[in-house]
C-alpha cells in the first residue's frame, strides 16, 4: 500500500505516523531523537529515512513524507532538506516544527508557538515566505523552554540568597530537585554540567514553588509567557498572517500556568489573535503536509 508519513523531530523525541491515503492510522511511534542534525542535509535525510524504514508495515511503500524538523531554521534550509528526501527517490515536504502546529490545528494559516525542550515561533506572511523567530538555543535565549526557565529560576533564586533575602520557596524547590545543600551546591550541580538534559527536567520545581505562592518563581513564569509573546508580536511585524496563535510543547501544553499567563499577556499585547492549545499531535500535521505533497505528485503525474 501507498502510504502517507509524517514525522516530528524534536530536541528529544522522534514521532513517525504512518497513514493510508483514506485517513486510517497504520502507525503512531515515538523513539529517541538521539543524534539527529539537521546539517549537513544529505546525512539528516538519511537519518529520518533509517529510522522511518523499520516501523512501516510489511509492503508499504512510502507515498510522500512531511518533516517538521528542529534546527531546520530557515526557509533555504527546509528546501535543501527537501531536495536531499527527493534525490532519495522519496516526495517531501519539510518545514521546521514549529511550522506543523498550523497544519495539526487543521488551519491554513496563523503563528505556531512551541515551548518545550527550546522554543521558536513560526508564521508565514501573505505571499507564503515563511518566518521564523527565536529558537537561538537555551544558552542565548530559548525563553518559555524548560532549560530557560530552570536558568532564569536559579539567577533569580541565587540573587536573592546574595541579597540577604529569606528564600520564598523556590530555592528550596531547587535545592530538593537537584539534592542539594545549600545554594553554593545548587551553583555546583547546575554549573558543572550545564546541558538542557540536566536542566529541563527541574522545570517543574519551578513551577511546583510558582503554585505555592513564591513569588520569584511566579515572576520567572511571567517573564517566560511575556518573551514567547514578544516573538508573535515580531512576527506580526514582520507580515505574518492570520488570527490564531497555535502552541504547543511539553512545558506550555504540561504547565497551565505558562499557557494562562500567555493568554494574559497576548490580551495585554492587543494584537488582536488568540490563543490555542493543541490538542492534537504536531505530527498530525505532518501527515497534512504529505497528503498536500501526495496530492501535487497526482498533478503532476
Known amino acids: 500500500m501507498k502510504v502517507l508519513v509524517g514525522a516530528d523531530i524534536g530536541g528529544t523525541k522522534l514521532a513517525i505516523r504512518v497513514a493510508a491515503p483514506d485517513g486510517a492510522v497504520r502507525v503512531d511511534v515515538e523513539v529517541p531523537s538521539t543524534g539527529w542534525e539537521a546539517a549537513p542535509v544529505k546525512e539528516a535525510a538519511r537519518w529520518l529515512l533509517d529510522r522511518v524504514g523499520p516501523v512501516l508495515p510489511e509492503g508499504d511503500e512510502i507515498a510522500a513524507l512531511g518533516v517538521g524538523a528542529q534546527g531546520c531554521d530557515t526557509q533555504e534550509h527546509c528546501a535543501r532538506l527537501t531536495a536531499a ?62 532549560p530557560a526557565i530552570v536558568r532564569e529560576a536559579a539567577k533569580a533564586a541565587l540573587a536573592r540568597q546574595d541579597e540577604g533575602r529569606e528564600d520564598d520557596g523556590l530555592l528550596s524547590e531547587l535545592l530538593a530537585h537537584y539534592g542539594a545543600a ?42 517566560a509567557a511575556a518573551h514567547l509573546i514578544a516573538l508573535v508580536s515580531r512576527l506580526r511585524t514582520r507580515g505574518a498572517v492570520g488570527q490564531t496563535v497555535v502552541a504547543a510543547g511539553s512545558v506550555v501544553l504540561g504547565q ?3 499557557a494562562d499567563r500567555l493568554r494574559d499577556r497576548l490580551a495585554a499585547a492587543q494584537l488582536d489573535l488568540t490563543l490555542r492549545l493543541l490538542d492534537v499531535p504536531p505530527v498530525a500535521g505532518a501527515v497534512a503536509l504529505a497528503r498536500v505533497r501526495y496530492g501535487a505528485e497526482g498533478a503532476a503525474a
Open 85 to 146: 528526501f527527493e534525490a532519495l527517490t522519496v516526495p517531501a515536504a519539510v518545514v521546521n516544527d514549529a511550522a506543523l502546529l498550523i497544519p495539526a490545528a487543521g488551519l491554513d494559516s496563523g503563528i505556531g508557538v512551541i515551548a518545550g525542550t527550546g522554543s521558536i515561533a513560526v508564521g508565514a506572511d501573505a505571499e507564503g515566505t515563511v518566518l521564523f523567530v527565536g529558537g537561538w538555543g537555551w544558552v542565548l535565549g530559548d525563553e518559555g523552554s524548560a
Open 256 to 258: 497551565p500556568l505558562l
Open 182 to 223: 545549600d545554594a553554593p551546591e545548587l551553583a555546583r550541580a547546575v554549573n558543572d554540567s550545564p546541558t538542557p538534559a540536566t536542566w529541563g527536567p527541574a522545570a517543574p520545581a519551578v513551577f511546583r514553588a510558582a503554585a505555592a505562592g513564591s513569588a520569584s518563581a511566579l515572576a520567572v513564569v511571567d517573564d
